[in-house]
């Protein structure tokens, strides 16, 4: 019976070892090969067990653009940009603040100036006077030199700048003179006053009208200064 056994066997195995060789080898191997099992020196080769076909090959996922990730898009940049432009007005209208508020500063320490300025102007009423006795002499002046007339010329100013009306007027100017500006006005019609004299007294007559002009326009800039000028007459 044991040969009846064996004798079948043989062909057995010889017509059925061939086709399951041939199912294994053609399908790709499916276990894995324990970390311990392994040979350390040769991890690649020991543990190479999977087949390549089996491992996943990692596809790289393709960048999908819809219209949804557009429009979150455009709103993210254009939330930035609204912030970005809401800071700047921001900055701009605290810069705007801070100009108007110096601007005001300005315009009330300009209105407190001209409110004591016309209080002093208007209890300097003797000065006022002196200063509208100044007009009527250097209008007179100014007729005799346009007449060339030196000698009336000569005896409404009077030989030199030490005469009553002259230290009057400085009287006045020093007064009512705050500004430096107002302050140079006054030199130069002093300067002015004094070439005047000398040419009239000197009988030089196109020096004496340079002299003229020069002490006019230096008094009438001084009464714009001041506030003065629409308050004496003749001018």
Same mark, same amino acid.
């Given at each position: 019976?044991a040969?009846?056994f064996?004798?079948?066997a043989?062909?057995?195995?010889?017509s059925?070892?061939?086709?399951?060789? %041939?199912s294994?080898? =053609?399908?790709?191997?499916?276990?894995?090969c324990p970390?311990q099992?392994c =040979?350390?020196?040769?991890?690649?080769?020991?543990?190479?067990?999977?087949?390549?076909?089996?491992?996943p090959?990692?596809v790289?996922?393709?960048?999908? *653009? @819809?219209k949804?990730?557009?429009s979150i898009c455009?709103?993210?940049?254009f939330v930035?940009s609204?912030? %970005?432009?809401g800071?700047s007005?921001a =900055?701009?209208? *605290?810069?705007e603040a801070?100009?108007?508020?110096?601007?005001?500063?300005k315009?009330k320490?300009?209105r407190?100036?001209r409110?004591?300025?016309?209080?002093? *102007?208007s209890?300097?009423?003797?000065?006022?006077?002196? #200063?509208?006795?100044?007009v009527?002499?250097?209008?007179? +002046?100014?007729?005799?030199?346009d007449?060339n007339d030196?000698?009336?010329a000569?005896? +409404?100013?009077?030989?030199?700048?030490?005469t009553?009306?002259v230290k009057?007027a400085n009287i006045?100017?020093?007064?009512?003179?705050?500004s430096?500006?107002e302050?140079i006005?006054v030199?130069?019609?002093?300067?002015s006053l004094?070439?005047?004299?000398?040419?009239v007294t000197?009988n030089d *007559?196109e020096?004496?009208? @340079?002299?003229?002009?020069s002490s006019?326009?230096?008094?009438?800039?001084? @009464?714009?200064?001041?506030?003065?000028?629409?308050?004496?007459k003749g #001018?």
């Amino acid at each position: 019976m044991a040969t009846t056994f064996l004798s079948t066997a043989k062909p057995f195995l010889s017509s059925s070892t061939p086709s399951s060789l %041939s199912s294994l080898t =053609n399908r790709p191997l499916q276990f894995s090969c324990p970390q311990q099992k392994c =040979n350390p020196r040769r991890p690649l080769t020991s543990c190479k067990a999977l087949s390549d076909e089996s491992l996943p090959v990692p596809v790289a996922s393709p960048i999908i *653009i @819809t219209k949804r990730s557009l429009s979150i898009c455009f709103l993210t940049s254009f939330v930035f940009s609204l912030a %970005s432009r809401g800071s700047s007005s921001a =900055n701009a209208a *605290i810069l705007e603040a801070d100009d108007d508020e110096e601007l005001l500063e300005k315009v009330k320490r300009d209105r407190k100036k001209r409110l004591e300025r016309q209080g002093v *102007i208007s209890s300097a009423k003797k000065e006022k006077g002196y #200063l509208q006795d100044l007009v009527y002499k250097l209008s007179k +002046v100014g007729q005799a030199i346009d007449n060339n007339d030196l000698s009336a010329a000569s005896s +409404v100013l009077g030989g030199s700048t030490d005469t009553d009306w002259v230290k009057k007027a400085n009287i006045a100017f020093t007064k009512l003179s705050s500004s430096p500006e107002e302050k140079i006005e006054v030199d130069t019609f002093n300067s002015s006053l004094a070439s005047l004299i000398s040419s009239v007294t000197s009988n030089d *007559i196109e020096s004496s009208k @340079t002299a003229f002009v020069s002490s006019a326009t230096a008094f009438g800039k001084w @009464t714009t200064l001041t506030g003065l000028f629409g308050q004496l007459k003749g #001018l």
